[in-house]
């Protein structure tokens, strides 16, 4: 009888086996954080390598590859910024490059991907993951990323976890190179500032009680005050640190994610 291989670990069961700093420091929750990401990235690789192996690929030296090329798992979201808390969601993205050496690798099957996707999200869902998820090419990254403004800030953080690192260095490289590009025109769709908030900072302090979204709007304030970050930087960025630190405060009591100490829990979809 063949053994089971070990399920998933999730947010949640990262936290649980991390003692919570005390007292609970900025630089001490920092750090929490990191270490809850750490282990999540380790089991989404172990995890990328069974789902290979299920679909007849491995990651293998002696083959002339140490990963099979085209294929990789991305992170956005909290745990591509290392900021993940105990119920925070998976964010992840399944790259894969049709014109490249991983069509070889998978045959040009597209069927072979979607398999592959399966047998990552699937054991995610078994565990009680929440997961937002997608496959893409890098084009279609781009594609999405161009029109629409809150995919195209949530991937700039975007970040590798599993398989051709190439690809995924790729596909961050053009994304980036496309928000530098579309600046002058995607700002004024940024530009809407809250009431009585003059700089990021005040932003940043007024967006603690706006809900899920907040990390988000606090990304793009930062993106606007890049032309002067010099100034206002440091105590900008020290601030969207702050609200993170809160929220993963208020998210242990409450059963909420990093990304969301006040609003609606949302549950796996």
């Not at 992170?75 to 790259?95: H, I, T």
């Not at 991907?113 to 781009?142: C, F, I, K, M, Q």
């Not at 967006?207 to 606007?224: E, I, S």
């Amino acid at each position: 009888m063949s053994r089971r291989p070990p399920a998933p670990l999730t947010p949640r069961q990262a936290a649980q086996a991390r003692p919570r700093p005390g007292p609970w420091t900025p630089q001490a929750g920092r750090g929490w954080r990191r270490r809850l990401s750490s282990d999540l990235e380790s089991s989404l690789s172990a995890l990328w390598a069974r789902a290979l192996a299920q679909v007849g690929l491995v990651d293998d030296g002696a083959a002339g590859h140490a990963v099979v090329p085209g294929l990789a798992l991305a992170a956005v979201g909290s745990l591509a910024r290392r900021e993940a808390g105990p119920a925070s969601d998976l964010d992840l993205v399944l790259l894969h490059d049709r014109a490249g050496p991983g069509a070889r690798a998978t045959g040009g099957d597209v069927a072979t991907v979607a398999s592959l996707a399966e047998n990552l999200w699937y054991p995610l869902w078994d565990a009680g993951v929440s997961l937002d998820h997608s496959v893409r090419t890098v084009e279609e990254v781009r594609e999405v990323a161009g029109r629409d403004l809150p995919a195209a800030v949530g991937m700039l953080d975007l970040r590798h976890l599993a398989g051709d690192p190439g690809l995924t260095g790729r596909c961050a490289t053009v994304l980036l190179a496309d928000w530098r590009r579309a600046t002058r025109t995607r700002l004024p769709e940024l530009a809407t500032r809250p009431p009585g908030a003059p700089d990021a900072l005040a932003a940043a302090q007024e967006a603690l009680g706006q809900g899920p979204a907040a990390l988000r709007r606090l990304a793009r304030l930062w993106l606007l005050t890049e032309a002067d970050a010099r100034a206002t930087g440091p105590r900008a960025w020290s601030a969207v640190r702050a609200q993170v630190i809160a929220r993963a405060t208020a998210g242990l009591a409450r059963g909420l994610g990093a990304d969301q100490g006040t609003g609606e829990r949302r549950g796996p979809r």
